[in-house]
């Protein structure tokens, strides 16, 4: 059964640091495409990194480029989203989702596989 678990989010204080995990399982996940998305209240959905299957390929929205950092490891089946300098803005549920086609995009439609979701809070 392939599944996609999420953790890592809580309350941080602006400025802090949060890493986020997502646990693969069904499925190896160096072979997909992972996307790390994000849906704050009252707003639609948005892209905030992924990367690539095999050379792994990253990116990040510009919101977060310089802060986030996206990486895997494979032995843990396991990708990670590295939040440092975080805002208030980036307070929203963070979602991780794969693609077998192994692409690196922010088009939610080509991702087949999507975790339940972890809250990022970020408060003083």
């Known amino acids: 059964q392939v599944q996609l678990v999420e953790s890592g989010g809580g309350l941080v204080q602006p400025g802090g640091s949060l890493r986020l995990s997502c646990a693969a399982s069904g499925f190896t996940s160096e072979d997909y495409g992972i996307g790390w998305f994000r849906q704050a209240p009252g707003k639609e959905r948005e892209g905030v990194s992924c990367i690539s299957r095999g050379y792994g390929t990253t990116y990040y929205a510009d919101s977060v480029k310089g802060r986030f950092t996206i990486s895997r490891d494979n032995v843990k089946n396991t990708i990670y989203l590295q939040m440092n300098n975080v805002k208030s803005e980036d307070t929203a549920v963070y979602y991780c989702?794969?693609?077998?086609?192994?692409?690196?995009?922010?088009?939610?439609?080509?991702?087949?596989?999507w975790g339940q979701g972890t809250q990022v809070t970020v408060s003083s």
């Open positions: 989702a794969a693609d077998s086609g192994g692409s690196c995009t922010f088009n939610q439609y080509v991702y087949h596989y």
